[in-house]
């Protein structure tokens, strides 16, 4: 499925990004939590949607059904 292809090449993109933030020794430990902060909040998107899809990939709905993501999810 290349939607699931695509989001694990923006996490694994996004992987790089932390680290090479982290190893910055050049910006102070504030700076880089204001800029991890929304690399962590699409991070958490991006891994929840993921899921979705493995889910409906491995559990398609039957036409005219809805897909039943809802029960699945815990939170």
């Known amino acids: ?5 695509h989001i694990n090449n923006a996490l694994a993109d996004l992987d790089k990004e932390v ?3 982290l190893l910055d020794w050049s910006i102070n ?3 880089k939590d204001n800029i991890m902060l929304p690399m962590l ?3 958490k998107v991006l891994k929840q949607t993921l899921e979705d899809l493995t889910y409906l990939q491995e559990n398609p709905p039957t036409p005219n059904q809805a897909c039943g ?5 815990e939170d």
Not at 1 to 5: A, F, N, R, S, Y
Not at 69 to 73: D, M, T, V
């Open 1 to 5: 499925m290349k939607p699931i292809e």
């Open 19 to 21: 680290e090479t933030l």
């Open 29 to 31: 430990l504030t700076e």
């Open 41 to 43: 909040q699409q991070q």
């Open 69 to 73: 993501i809802s029960k699945y999810r």
